[in-house]
Structure formats: structure tokens, C-alpha cells
């Protein structure tokens, strides 16, 4: 099946830095969406962005679909950022419907 | 509008227990999906149902079994509960076939 590789795997940064979380998938993709798990364990749509380039307030996200690899921004970081942030794929050439999961980015932003 | 919506939140069981796992979604969507997370772990899709009507399994299958009640619902159970069963699980909808999924809060089941 597809694999789904998140980099780095842990991330400490003090409030208000930049950080960049990368994923890389072993093939075409027809889904791809960015999720932040709170501290209480619930998952956030963050984007879904199979190709090109969103912005959502200091978040944004791009997708080279081509080079097989996604991009998480986050701009000036707030403690309510803390958590994990996973990418999640759907293979574009069949099988089952549903999303394979990166291992996650564990974010810690301290005070 | 609740989104998706799981009961219970919190379960536990004894090994050989059954239970079902309930997930309703109130956003009109076609496809409906059950995943596990276990501690340190990205999610694995167990069942998903495209649409109403029809189920498929996923990555990992074994042990579960699932119903689509209507477009609403999507059940999970669990015949005979199992320690390796022991997990948090999502339950996750989305408008068509291969768009955006939205995910439940989860159902943290301990089976001892």
C-alpha cells in the first residue's frame, strides 16, 4: 500500500517561531488533508489540499503532487498549537477508500 | 449541526465480551468510515462504507464487523472483545467518494 512519511517526528519550539512539517507519500494521491489532534485527542481539519497552495490564518499548506510531498506551515506559533499534526492520504489508483495516516509531527510550543 | 457524533465515549471490556459502537453524522454524506488509533500511531482504517447500502474492509478487519444502518449510521461491533482490541476509535464521514473526510471525538475502549 501507500506510505506515508512525516518529518520530524517531535518539534519544541518556544511562542511565536515558525515551524515547517513535511510529508512525503510513496505515491499518486487523489486526497491528501492536514489534521492537528488536540491534547484531549480530537482531530482537526486543518486543509484538504491534494495540489497547490492553501492559507488559513498563520497556517498554510502546498502540495506537489508531482514530487510526491506536502508542506505544513505554521507562522508565528501560539501555545493552543501544541499537539499532533498528521497528514493522510487517499492512493489514487484504487483499493480501499479510505485515508492511510502518517506516525504524526508531535508539536510542543512552551510559553 | 453536530457533525459527527459517537457513543459511548469511554468502554471498558472484559476479553470475549461484545459490543457495538455507535456513529451517526448529520451533514448528509455519502461515505462513513471506522479507524483505530493506537498510542504513538497515525490511524488504520478498519471498515469504510462508501455509500449507503455497501461496506468494504480496510487495513485491518479482523475482529469487527460493521453495519450501515442508514446513510446516518455506521455501526462497529466487536463480537469478541480482545486486549490487542484495546484502542481509540474514530469514526469519520465524507460527502462523496474520495473527498475531505470529518472525524467523531473518538470512543476510547480498554478491553482487560
Known amino acids: 500500500g501507500i506510505q506515508v512519511e512525516q518529518s520530524p517526528p517531535d518539534l519544541i519550539l518556544q511562542e511565536g517561531a515558525n515551524s515547517t512539517l513535511r510529508c512525503n507519500f510513496s505515491d499518486s494521491v487523489n486526497n491528501l488533508q492536514w489534521f492537528h489532534q488536540n491534547p484531549w485527542g480530537q482531530l482537526i481539519n486543518l486543509f484538504y489540499?491534494?495540489?497547490g497552495t492553501k492559507q488559513n490564518g498563520r497556517l498554510s499548506a502546498t502540495t506537489v503532487a508531482t514530487e510526491r510531498y506536502s508542506l505544513l506551515y505554521i507562522s508565528s506559533s501560539q501555545t493552543t498549537d501544541s499537539g499532533v499534526y498528521f497528514c493522510?492520504?487517499?492512493?489514487?489508483?484504487?483499493?480501499?477508500?479510505?485515508?492511510?495516516f502518517g506516525k504524526g509531527t508531535h508539536l510542543i510550543i512552551q510559553p | 449541526n453536530a457533525g459527527v457524533t459517537q457513543t459511548p465515549k469511554f468502554q471498558v471490556l472484559k476479553t470475549g465480551q461484545s459490543m457495538t459502537l455507535q456513529c451517526a453524522q448529520d451533514?448528509?454524506?455519502?461515505?462513513m468510515y471506522w479507524y483505530r488509533q493506537d498510542p504513538g500511531m497515525g490511524l488504520r482504517l478498519i471498515y469504510y462504507?462508501?455509500?449507503?447500502?455497501?461496506?468494504d474492509k480496510g487495513e485491518v478487519p479482523n475482529g469487527y464487523n460493521v453495519s450501515r444502518l442508514n446513510k446516518r449510521e455506521f455501526s462497529l461491533r466487536l463480537e469478541s472483545a480482545a486486549p490487542s482490541q484495546t484502542s481509540v476509535y474514530f469514526c469519520?464521514?465524507?460527502?462523496?467518494?474520495?473527498?475531505?473526510?470529518?472525524f467523531g471525538p473518538g470512543t476510547r475502549l480498554t478491553v482487560t
Open positions: 469519520a464521514s465524507s460527502p462523496t467518494f474520495r473527498r475531505e473526510g470529518y
Open positions: 451533514m448528509n454524506h455519502n461515505s
Open positions: 489540499i491534494p495540489s
Open positions: 493522510a492520504v487517499m492512493y489514487s489508483g484504487g483499493g480501499a477508500d479510505g485515508l492511510t
Open positions: 462504507s462508501a455509500s449507503e447500502g455497501t461496506t
